[in-house]
Every structure is written in C-alpha cells, then in structure tokens.
C-alpha cells in the first residue's frame, strides 16, 4: 500500500505508478542521441570524448554513497552550526521575535548570494507566436531579464477574455526546459489560471555552450553548464542562484505587467531544481502569495552530506550564515506553504528531511495564527510530481487564488513537442541580435568590480583562510616500508588537521646526514610526460628526501563529468564557510611540515612540485610560507581572469576562492614569493590547453612526444628544480 502524508489538505483518490521524471530523463537522453546520430563524429573526436563522458555520467542512477572521512569531518561542522541555528529558532516566542528574525534572515541571504542585480529597466517582451486550442491559449514569448540575458518563456492563458490569478511554473534539469511543466500548465489554464513557464539559464532555448556544428550542448546538458556558470559566479564572490533568482522575478515582472493577470493572486510551483527556486522564490519575493516547492525543501541536516543538490539549488556559505531551508519559509510568513516530496527520492531529497522543514514551519507559523497555511505531502514513487502531487498544486492555488471555485482533478490535454513551443526562430537565444551569455554578464560584473589588493591584504587573505600551520610535526603512521636501491620507501598516512589524515609516500635516500628535501603532490598524467610517481622517483634517485603527497579529497564522490574537479566538496566546504583550494594548500604546508621535522631533512632546502589544478594550491602554499625555497608547476592554468573567456572551465571549482579574483590573480601570488625561484611550465587556459603567455613561462619543444626522448625534457626540467 502506498502512502501519502498530508498536511492542511485532503489527498487526491488516483494513483501513479510511473515515475513521471525518469519517463523525462529516458526522453531527454533519447533526444540528445537522436541529435548526435545525425552528426559526422568521426570529425569531432575530442568533442565527442568530452560528451560522450557527460552523457554516461548523466544516465547513471543516484545511488546511496558511502560516506568517508572528509565528508564525515565535515557534516561534523555542518551539525554544529544547524545545533546553533535551532537555538536560535528556539528563542523566537512571538511575532515580534520573528519579524526581527526574518529582516536578518532576507539580509544574509542576500548577502550571501551578492546580493540581486539592481537593474529594473525594460523588460522590451514581445511575442513572437501563438498555439490555439479549444480551451486555452500558449503565446510565445521573450524578455530580457537583463540587458542581452534573453529568457524564453510560453504563456498559458484561458481563451475568455478577463483577469484571471497567474502561477509561476519553475522547470527542473530536464534539457527540454520549460516543456516540462506543460501537463500542469494547461490544467491550471483550464481552470482559469495564467501560466508562465520559462527556461532556466542552461536549458531549453537558453543552452550555454550550444555548438551549431554539433546542434548540441557541448557540456553535455544542463547539470554541467550550471556546474561551469557557478564557478565563475563564485571567483566575483557570487552564487549563481543569485541570476536564477533575478530570472524569476523579472518573470514575475512580466506576469505582473500583463493585463489579463490579476497581479494580487500570483503563485509558484516547481520541482527538483525548480522546486529550488520556487523555495527561493517564495522566500524573498512579496508578490508569491502560494508557495509549492517539490523534491527540494529539505533540512541540510538530511541533505548536507549528501551530493543531491546542484550549484544553483544552494547559497554561499548558507549554513555558517546561520540558515537552513526552514528560513525560506519562516522569512514569508503566513504565506501558504505545500511542500512536496516522494517516497523514494533518489536524489537525497527525503521526506524525512522535507518533514524536519514542515515541523519547524509550523511551529512558526502558529506565532502568526497560520498553522494550516503551512501543508505537507508525501507522493508515491521517486523523485519528481506523481498525478497526487500536481492535484494538490491546483487544490492549494484553487483554494488561495480563486477563493475555493473550481475543480483540482486533473483532465487529459493535448500536448505539445518542445519544436512547437519554440519562441525563438532557430531555437536558441544566443541568435538573437544583441544577446548576452551569461559568462559575459558576468565577465562584465567582473571588470566593473574589480580592485587591485596590496601584498599585505593579499597575505591577511591567506592567514584568514587559514593556510599557514603553527609548523609543529604531524602525527604519523607508518604502514609498510620496502627497500629501494636508493634508500627506503615508507607508505605513511599523517594527520593535516585533526580528523583529516593523509596518505602518502616517503622516499628516504641512504646517505647519512641532512639530505635536501622535495614534495610532489599527486596531479593528473598527461601523455607523453612524466607521470607524478615517476618524477618522486627520479628525484629519490638523485639523493633526496621526496614525499609525495596528495592533499584531502572527498574519494567517494561522483563526480559531473570531466571538467567538474571535486565540485561537490568544493561547494560542501563553501556551504559550512571552509574553503577547500584553500585547506589544501594547508595540507601542501602540513607536509613541509613533516619534512621540516625530520632529522634527515635540510630545512633550509626544501622544494615542490605540481600539475595540473594543484598547482594553485602549491602557489597559494608557497606564498605564506618561505620554507618552500623553489617550485615548479606544470600546465597549471595561468590567470582567474582567463576563466571568464569561454563559457566552459575545466577544474575551476578547485581553484575557486569566493572574490579572491577582483582584488589578485594567480601571478601576484608569484610576487609575493619574492626572490625564490618559480618554473612555471606549459602555462594552460582553463580548458587545459597550452598557451603562449611571455616570456616568464617555460614550454615543452613538442607535446606527446612518442619517441625514445620523450622523457628528456622532464629530466631538464627535474634538473632544473634540483639546482
């Protein structure tokens, strides 16, 4: 028997078997083939690595992760700061308690986020087509949210001439975008609603990376264009819900703005990402007078630990801020409030967790007199909105924007192709003349905001992110040791921060006395040079102590396709105000740290090495802290700023330090070094390509080189290093 909890409503008599999101993923994966099928690939071979890597991450089913140490000590800090809020909460005993809540709750969200952008100019909407049917009407249309950001929406509205009360309809990750919601649409425009449903940035006809030679996404689908977009919006210290959210004001401007809406009975829905921000929504903006969020509102005491939601689905440092979902509630007060979840959500989104928001919601809602305002349903099936979900979406918009007058069962409708609801001429917005994508928006906010910082402000900002160590000697395991001709090898594991403990290897040269010292960390191989174990070996052969090392990382993390780096612990530890670019380059120093102890070690002779992405942790490293006398970094991205030249940036989540970007690059860190020496070889942009930059860079004569002096140019370099 399947169950449904509700709260302020009775439930809906049918029953859905189906799982109605698995039935869109299933399409949305058959689209995208049927689009690549009429494609040459054979052309494309790099194109169609990266996508076919995107797509296969995208089919596989969300499954329970096993939990490991860094997401354990974590959720620790995560815990403790939800202990402290839901103090907080519980010394709120009336309505003036809460009011004084909620006017610190808005301004740290908004804080949090960087605030909303402050254009209000025209929205300059036209329409640009219509569908007729015997009930209703969709129109096509689009508006600028900000000057060049085109959003594309369809308008559902009853035929009969009048003011009718509208619903926002926010769209989850399916690809199609705004398609999505049309079931519900034309119900509600059957039942005397106006509806708008728009496309979320990253979807439908707003696809960020879109290539026409490809006529696909080349991130692969929405998942990994926002993964991107957040990144960027993080380096100018924003959260990219931040445009999310100004999309759906501005969508709720253009409802409000049309004359056969009634601008006073205006409610939200949505599901999954849409039931994000439709919780957002709900929260910040006045003019929603019902909230429906599905698969989303749920506690980060059920949710932090996990890798449900997607980048813009959360706020920067949300949690040490003193927050938690329950505030988006609490902050619109009595506002009517039905939150949705399922029974078997795969995406972590748990009734248990959406139940921990509804019980605290109440409670706060009782200071106002409005308990029953505040609903709560649990629907069959996994994650997305069964028949008894959307039934209860037109019972509650019935019940609070047309006075109780009408029928909520839903009726069959015609539907529409995702071609046929098209708005724009060739599908995509970024033809349209004069149109902006998002990157440049941020790009542009990027160069109006930027300020140089002084040396001085730049070290306080690295004390204040904690890099630098009190220098004292790690604890230590030893778990094997094995004879080399050289020397010895010991696999060790040592303690960075309490909890956090790392495994490494320690090469350790015969010859007596204090020998020099070089810590190479783990980075990714590239063909044709040396790997990062073959250079700790070559340099032990020389007579050095090498410990090679790779800082904390979240091992049991799936991660969203090849250009994603550890983004779902880079955002855990921005969520609870940690930062992980920055706890690595701790972890670079804790192991200089354990060099530096060692009896057989020359502290006034210690050296680094880094490929790839960590080399911007060992450059934030070396920076703070002088013992670390050369380094060498090896295709490691030359410039924060160069992230904003294309809409796609691999690995920049591990880079990623909220602002750090308007006031420094990565070469002031280099500045800061001083007279010690930095090799800094086959520069990258941040789609990992080498770029001729100056002078001050070293380049590899070929790439891949397959002849038997492949290697030749590593050993000059390994050379060089050692000097």
């Given at each position: 028997m399947l169950s449904i909890r509700v709260g302020g409503i009775k439930p809906p008599l049918q029953r859905l078997t189906g799982c109605w999101v698995s039935a869109l993923e299933t399409r949305r994966m058959s689209d995208s083939m049927n689009r690549f099928a009429k494609i040459n690939l054979n052309k494309y071979p790099a194109v169609l690595l990266v996508l076919a890597v995107f797509l296969c991450v995208a089919s596989l089913p969300a499954q329970?992760?096993?939990?490991?140490?860094?997401?354990?000590?974590?959720?620790?800090?995560?815990?403790?700061?939800?202990?402290?809020?839901?103090?907080?909460?519980?010394?709120?005993?009336?309505?003036?308690?809460?009011?004084?809540?909620?006017?610190?709750?808005?301004?740290?969200?908004?804080?949090?986020?960087?605030g909303l952008p402050g254009y209000r100019g025209p929205l300059k909407a036209r329409i640009t087509g219509r569908l007729h049917n015997n009930f209703f009407t969709i129109e096509k249309v689009i508006y600028e949210s900000l000057p060049g950001l085109y959003v594309t929406a369809n308008v559902y509205r009853p035929n009969q001439p009048g003011r009718y009360p509208a619903v926002l309809l926010q769209s989850g990750h399916t690809q199609e975008g705004k398609p999505e919601d049309q079931r519900m649409a034309t119900n509600l425009a059957m039942k005397g609603f106006v509806v708008l449903c728009f496309d979320p940035i990253g979807q439908g006809e707003r696809e960020q990376t879109y290539s026409p030679q490809m006529d696909a996404p080349l991130a692969g689908w929405s998942v990994p264009e926002h993964i991107q977009m957040g990144a960027q919006a993080q380096l100018i210290g924003e959260g990219l819900a931040r445009y999310f959210i100004f999309d759906a004001m501005r969508s709720l401007d253009y409802l409000s703005s049309r004359p056969d809406v009634d601008a006073s009975?205006?409610?939200?829905?949505?599901?999954?990402?849409?039931?994000?921000?439709?919780?957002?929504?709900?929260?910040?903006?006045?003019?929603?007078?019902v909230v429906i969020p599905a698969c989303y509102p749920s506690s980060f005491q059920t949710l932090f630990a996990t890798s449900g939601?997607?980048?813009?689905?959360?706020?920067?440092?949300?949690?040490?801020?003193?927050?938690?979902?329950?505030?988006?509630?609490?902050?619109?007060?009595?506002?009517?409030?039905?939150?949705?979840?399922?029974?078997?959500?795969?995406?972590?989104?748990?009734?248990?967790?959406?139940?921990?928001?509804?019980?605290?919601?109440?409670?706060?809602?009782?200071?106002?007199?409005?308990?029953?305002?505040?609903?709560?349903?649990?629907?069959?099936?996994?994650?997305?909105?069964?028949?008894?979900?959307r039934e209860a979406v037109y019972q509650w918009m019935i019940r609070y924007l047309r006075n109780r007058q009408g029928d909520f069962h839903e009726q069959?409708?015609?539907?529409?192709?995702?071609?046929?609801?098209?708005?724009?001429?060739?599908?995509?917005?970024?033809?349209?003349?004069?149109?902006?994508?998002?990157?440049q928006v941020l790009r542009a906010e990027f160069d109006a905001r930027k300020k140089p910082g002084t040396v001085p402000e730049l070290l306080a900002k690295l004390r204040q992110l904690g890099i630098p160590t009190d220098r004292s000697a790690p604890k230590l395991d030893v778990l094997d040791r094995s004879s080399e001709a050289e020397g010895e090898k010991e696999h060790i594991k040592f303690e960075s921060s309490p909890g956090i403990w790392l495994d490494a290897t320690l090469h350790i040269p015969s010859s007596p006395g204090k020998n020099p010292a070089v810590l190479v960390l783990e980075g990714g191989d590239v063909f044709g040079v040396m790997s990062t174990p073959g250079i700790a070996e070559h340099i032990a052969k020389s007579g050095r102590v090498v410990l090679e090392?790779?800082?904390?990382?979240?091992?049991?993390?799936?991660?969203?396709?090849?250009?994603?780096?550890?983004?779902?612990?880079?955002?855990?530890?921005?969520?609870?105000?940690?930062n992980l670019p920055?706890?690595?380059?701790?972890?670079?120093?804790?192991?200089?740290d354990l060099l530096a102890a060692r009896p057989d070690v020359d502290v006034n002779s210690i050296r680094a090495a880094a490929r790839g992405v960590s080399g911007v942790w060992l450059l934030l490293a070396a920076a703070v802290d002088p013992r670390i006398d050369k380094i060498w970094i090896d295709r490691t991205p030359y410039s924060l700023r160069s992230a904003f030249d294309n809409t796609m940036a691999a690995d920049l989540w591990d880079a990623v330090i909220?602002?750090?970007?308007?006031?420094?690059?990565?070469?002031?860190?280099?500045?800061v070094m001083g007279k010690r020496q930095v090799m800094w070889t086959d520069p990258t942009n941040w789609l990992r390509k080498v770029v001729d930059v100056g002078p001050a860079y070293q380049y590899r004569y070929v790439l891949g080189d397959t002849t038997d002096l492949a290697q030749a140019q590593d050993d000059a370099y390994i050379q060089e290093l050692l000097k």
């Open positions: 329970e992760k096993p939990r490991d140490t860094l997401v354990d000590w974590m959720d620790q800090i995560a815990q403790q700061q939800l202990r402290q809020r839901a103090k907080a909460i519980s010394e709120i005993h009336s309505t003036a308690d809460a009011e004084r809540r909620k006017q610190w709750v808005r301004k740290q969200m908004l804080d949090d986020m960087g009975r205006i409610g939200a829905a949505g599901c999954s990402g849409g039931g994000a921000l439709t919780t957002f929504l709900g929260g910040l903006d006045p003019r929603v007078k939601p997607d980048v813009e689905m959360l706020l920067p440092r949300f949690l040490e801020s003193g927050l938690d979902t329950a505030d988006f509630v609490e902050l619109s007060a009595p506002t009517p409030w039905l939150l949705q979840s399922t029974e078997h959500d795969e995406y972590h989104f748990s009734y248990e967790g959406v139940r921990q928001v509804y019980d605290e919601a109440r409670n706060w809602y009782a200071l106002y007199g409005a308990q029953d305002k505040v609903g709560f349903m649990v629907g069959p099936g996994s994650h997305g909105m069964p028949l008894e979900a069959p409708v015609e539907m529409y192709t995702s071609h046929q609801l098209q708005v724009t001429a060739s599908g995509n917005v970024e033809d349209e003349s004069g149109s902006r994508k998002l990157f090392m790779e800082p904390r990382r979240s091992q049991l993390q799936v991660h969203e396709g090849p250009f994603a780096g550890d983004y779902v612990t880079d955002v855990q530890a921005n969520l609870i105000g940690l920055a706890m690595r380059a701790h972890d670079i120093l804790r192991g200089v909220p602002g750090f970007a308007l006031h420094w690059d990565l070469n002031d860190l280099v500045k």
